[in-house]
C-alpha cells in the first residue's frame, strides 16, 4: 500500500515510518523537520520511502502530495500542551484546520483510509472513574480542545469510500530516532539519571494512560490495515489498560527501577488533566494490546542516556515546546512561525444572524426573485447615498452595462476610463462594441488624472468612467467641468465607494449614472448585487425597464397579492439584470450596519496610517482634505529602489506570515488582450504600468481585530526588512 504518512520526521512519525516500510508498504514522509532530517537520515536511502519537507499548513505548495496515495496516517500538529498553551491559535489552525484540509484533500483524490493521531486528553477531567470511548470528553487543555474538534471534524467526513480512523493515544514512551524528554516517563528517567531525584508536580494522583512509542506505531499500522467494516468512522482508545498509572506511582516506579532516587512532591496546583482510560474496544475489534511493558520502556530510556553521557536531555532539541519558542522568533523564509497563527484575509464579509434569519424568512415566503424587498432596499439604499433613484441589479458589471446601453453606446464609439480598475471597467465597453480609451492616473491616489483628459476626448467620445479606487473618490470637480464643456455624460464606477464623500456630498448624489457594487467582501454585501443612483426620473425608469427584460412590471407587479394578471408588452429589448429579492434582504439587513461598518473601516485604516507612517519602503495612500474616504481598500505602494525583492515576492512573503494581499489591480494596458487590440504598451501609461508593479493591498474589514492589524503590520515590517537593499 501507498502511505503518506504526515509528522514522519517525529518522535512517533520516525517509528511508524520504519514499521511501515518493514511491513512492506511504500511511504512518502511529510514534514516540516524543525529538529532537522537525522532522525530520517537513514530512511532516505530506502527505495520504498520518499522524503517531503513541507509545513502541513501550506498543502496548496505540494500539489503532488497525494499522487497514487492510498492510505494516510496523519500526526502532523502541535504535539503536547505546552506547545500548544504557547499560542492558541497557531494550535487550532495546524491541529484542526490543516487536519480537515489534509482529510477533505484526501477525500476529494479518492484515499479510502485515513488514521488521525489524538490524544487521550481529550478525556481532560474525566467526569467518570475509568473512561471509555462512549465517555464524555472533557478536554481542559487547548491541546485537548484541538485534537478533539479534529476528531469532530474528520469524522464528519465519512462517506462510503472515505474511511476515517481516530486513534486516541496514551501518553508516549520509549526510544526513538528523533528522541524526546518532555515525556512523563522519559524526563523522569533523564531527570533520575542527570539530577538524581525525580520530581512529581500536579498532586501526583491524577491518572494517565502509557503506551510505548512502537507499540503506537503498531496500532496506526493496525487501523490502516484493519477492514473498513471494523473501524470506518470509529474511535480507538489507543494502549492498554495495564499501563494506566498514577503520576506519583509512576515517579516511584521510575525510581525503584533505577535504584537510589528519591521522588519529591511539589507544592503545587493539581493537576486539571486526570484520566483512567479503559482499552477494551480496541483490543475486541482488533486484537491490540501493547508488548512492551513500563518497566522494559524505563531501562530502554536508561540504556540510551548511559549510553550518550554527553547528552544533556533537557535541551531545546528534546523538547517541543522550546524549540517552538525559538522558531516563533524565526523568519519564516528561515524555518521559522509565521508572525501570524491563522490566516488573515485581505477581505471578509461581515454577516450575522440578522442576515441569516432575513434570508431564511425570505426563502419561506417562495418570493426569491423580485418581491417586496426589492422596492425597500432601492428605497433605504437612496437615503444612504442622497440619491433620489436607485435601481437594484445582480452586479455593479450589470449596472455598468445598463448605463452605456441606456447612453445608446454602440460601435465605433468611445468611452474613456482608468486603467488600473478592476476588468468588468473595459469589458463591458468593449462588449457594447465600443472602444475603451485610457487615461493614465494620478501617482498618488491612482485615479483618472484630469489634467489628461481632455487630450483623451474626440468626436466619438459617449461617456466618461472615472473610477474611485479603493474607496477615494476621483477628482470630480475638474472631470464634471472637462465633461460639461464638451457636452459628454458621466458614468461613475463606484464600486469601492460606498460611503465616501466627495466636497461634502455623497458619492452617488451627483452625476448622470453612478454604479455600486455588492460583492463578498464590499463594504456591504448582497452575495452579488449592484445598484444605479440617478437624479432624473425618467432616466431611473428607462434604466429600470431595462433591467426587467424591457418589461414595464416586474413578476411582484404581476403575481403579488394585490396584482391583477394584465398583458405585457416588450418596450425595449432588455436584460435580465434585477437583483432577487433573497439578495434584497440581506441587503437591507448589511445597510442597518453600515455606519458601524464604515466607522470599523475607517479606524483600521487611520491604525496603518499611524503604525506604518515611518516604513520607508512603502507609501501609504492619500486622502485629499475635500474627500471622505470610503476605504474598502487600504493599498499601499511599495518603493521597490529600496527592495531587493519584487511585489509579487513580498506579497509571497506575507502568505507565507499568514497575512493575505491583493493587487488592485494590474492595468488593463498590460493585459494580453487590451495590449494587442489596442496597440498599447506599458510605455503608454507609465504611471499606471508604474502603479501595476507596485501596489499592494493589505488586509482591511470591520472584522479585523486590533491583534490582527498588530499582526499585519508586524508581518509587513519583518518582510520588508528582510528585502531591503544593502547599501
Known amino acids: 500500500m501507498r502511505v503518506l504518512l504526515t509528522g514522519g520526521g517525529g518522535y512517533l512519525g520516525t517509528c511508524a515510518a520504519q514499521r511501515l516500510l518493514d511491513e512492506g508498504h511504500t511511504v512518502r514522509i511529510f514534514d516540516r523537520f524543525c529538529f532537522g532530517e537525522e532522525a530520517v537520515a537513514a530512511l532516505r536511502t530506502h527505495g520504498q520511502c520518499e522524503i517531503v519537507s513541507g509545513d502541513i499548513r501550506r498543502l496548496h505548495e505540494f500539489p503532488a502530495l497525494m499522487k497514487d496515495i492510498e492510505a494516510v496516517i496523519h ?29 477533505r484533500l484526501a477525500s476529494q483524490l479518492g484515499v479510502r483510509r485515513f488514521v488521525l493521531a489524538s490524544s487521550c486528553t481529550v478525556y481532560g477531567r474525566g467526569v467518570f472513574a475509568i473512561l471509555d470511548e462512549s465517555s464524555p470528553a472533557n478536554p481542559v487543555s487547548t491541546f485537548g480542545k ?89 474511535v480507538f482508545n489507543t494502549g492498554d489498560s495495564r499501563l494506566n498509572y498514577q503520576i506519583g506511582d509512576l515517579a516511584e516506579k521510575v525510581a525503584a527501577s533505577i535504584g537510589g532516587i528519591q521522588v519529591e512532591l511539589a507544592k503545587d496546583d493539581d493537576d486539571l488533566r486526570n484520566f483512567r482510560v479503559q482499552f477494551d474496544r480496541i483490543w475486541d475489534t482488533l486484537g491490540f494490546s501493547c508488548m512492551t511493558t513500563l518497566e522494559q520502556g ?81 428605497s433605504a439604499f437612496s437615503k444612504t447615498v442622497e ?107 463606484a464600486a469601492h465607494a460606498l460611503g465616501a464623500r466627495y466636497r461634502g456630498a455623497c458619492i452617488g448624489a451627483y452625476s448622470e449614472y453612478t454604479c455600486f457594487s455588492f460583492y463578498a467582501i464590499k463594504n456591504i454585501t448582497t452575495m452579488e448585487g449592484g445598484m444605479i443612483s440617478t437624479m432624473d426620473a425618467d432616466r431611473a425608469e428607462r434604466l429600470r425597464r431595462l433591467a426587467f427584460n424591457g418589461l414595464s412590471a416586474t413578476a411582484w407587479d404581476r403575481y403579488g397579492r394585490s396584482s391583477v394578471p394584465h398583458p405585457l408588452e416588450v418596450a425595449v429589448p432588455g436584460y435580465k ?37 515611518e516604513v520607508d519602503e512603502i507609501d501609504l495612500p492619500p486622502v485629499r482634505e475635500y474627500i471622505d474616504h470610503a476605504w474598502h481598500l487600504y493599498v499601499i505602494q511599495l518603493n521597490l529602489d529600496r527592495l531587493s525583492r519584487t511585489r509579487d515576492e513580498i506579497a509571497y512573503d506575507l502568505r507565507r506570515e499568514n497575512v493575505g494581499s491583493g493587487i488592485h489591480f494590474y492595468g488593463l494596458h498590460l493585459h494580453q488582450w487590451y495590449r494587442e487590440h489596442l496597440g498599447l504598451s506599458p510605455e503608454s501609461f507609465p504611471e499606471s504600468t508604474r502603479a501595476s508593479n507596485c501596489i499592494l493591498s493589505i488586509p482591511l474589514h470591520p472584522q479585523i481585530t486590533d491583534k490582527n492589524v498588530q499582526e499585519v503590520v508586524a508581518a509587513l515590517k519583518k518582510v520588508l526588512h528582510h528585502a531591503k537593499k544593502m547599501v
Request: hydrophobic share 45%; proline share 7%; net charge negative.
Open 75 to 103: 500526526l502532523a500538529g502541535l504535539a503536547n500542551d505546552p506547545s500548544c498553551d504557547l499560542n492558541p491559535d497557531m494550535a487550532e489552525d495546524v491541529n484542526v484546520e490543516s487536519s480537515l484540509e489534509l482529510a
Open 146 to 234: 484541538t485534537k478533539l474538534s479534529a476528531e469532530k471534524a474528520v469524522l464528519s467526513l465519512k462517506t462510503e469510500g472515505f474511511e476515517p480512523v481516530i486513534a486516541r493515544l496514551g501518553t508516549l514512551f520509549g526510544v526513538s530516532p528523533r528522541m524526546r524528554f518532555d515525556l512523563a516517563v522519559n524526563q523522569m528517567v533523564a531527570t533520575a539519571l542527570r539530577q538524581g531525584h525525580i520530581i512529581v508536580r500536579g498532586g501526583g494522583s491524577q491518572w494517565r494512560p502509557f503506551i510505548h512509542v512502537s507499540d503506537a506505531a503498531r496500532a496506526l499500522h493496525t487501523m490502516m490495515e484493519a477492514p473498513a467494516e471494523k473501524v470506518s468512522g470509529r
Open 298 to 378: 524505563i531501562q530502554e530510556v536508561r540504556a540510551w542516556l548511559n549510553a550518550r553521557p554527553e547528552c544533556e536531555p533537557f535541551d531545546e532539541q528534546y523538547f517541543n515546546v522550546g524549540r517552538m519558542k525559538r522558531l516563533l522568533a524565526t523568519p519564516v523564509d528561515e524555518g521559522g512561525e509565521p508572525v501570524a497563527a491563522r490566516f488573515i484575509p485581505l477581505g471578509k464579509p461581515s454577516l450575522g444572524p440578522e442576515e441569516e434569519q432575513a434570508v431564511l424568512e425570505t426563502l419561506r415566503s417562495g418570493w426569491l426573485t423580485s418581491g417586496a424587498h426589492l422596492p425597500a432596499f432601492e
Open 387 to 493: 440619491a433620489p433613484y436607485t435601481i437594484a441589479v445582480n452586479s455593479c458589471t450589470a449596472a455598468l452595462h445598463l448605463c452605456l446601453v441606456d447612453m445608446g453606446v454602440g460601435p465605433g464609439d468611445e468611452v474613456i476610463t482608468a486603467p488600473i480598475t478592476w476588468v468588468s471597467t473595459a469589458n463591458t465597453i468593449v462588449n457594447m462594441g465600443a472602444k475603451p480609451v485610457f487615461v493614465d492616473v494620478q501617482p498618488d491616489t491612482l485615479n483618472l488624472d484630469p489634467e489628461l483628459l481632455e487630450a483623451a476626448i474626440t468626436s466619438r467620445t459617449k461617456a466618461i468612467m472615472p473610477v474611485h479606487l479603493a474607496g477615494h473618490p476621483a477628482d470630480m470637480t475638474r472631470i464634471r467641468a472637462i465633461a460639461a464643456k464638451h457636452g459628454i455624460p458621466i458614468v461613475e464606477d
Open 577 to 613: 439584470y434585477i437583483m432577487g429579492n433573497v439578495s434584497a434582504a440581506m441587503g437591507l439587513e448589511q445597510l442597518k450596519k453600515f455606519e458601524t461598518f464604515k466607522a470599523a473601516r475607517k479606524r483600521v485604516a487611520n491604525m496603518y496610517q499611524a503604525v506604518l507612517a
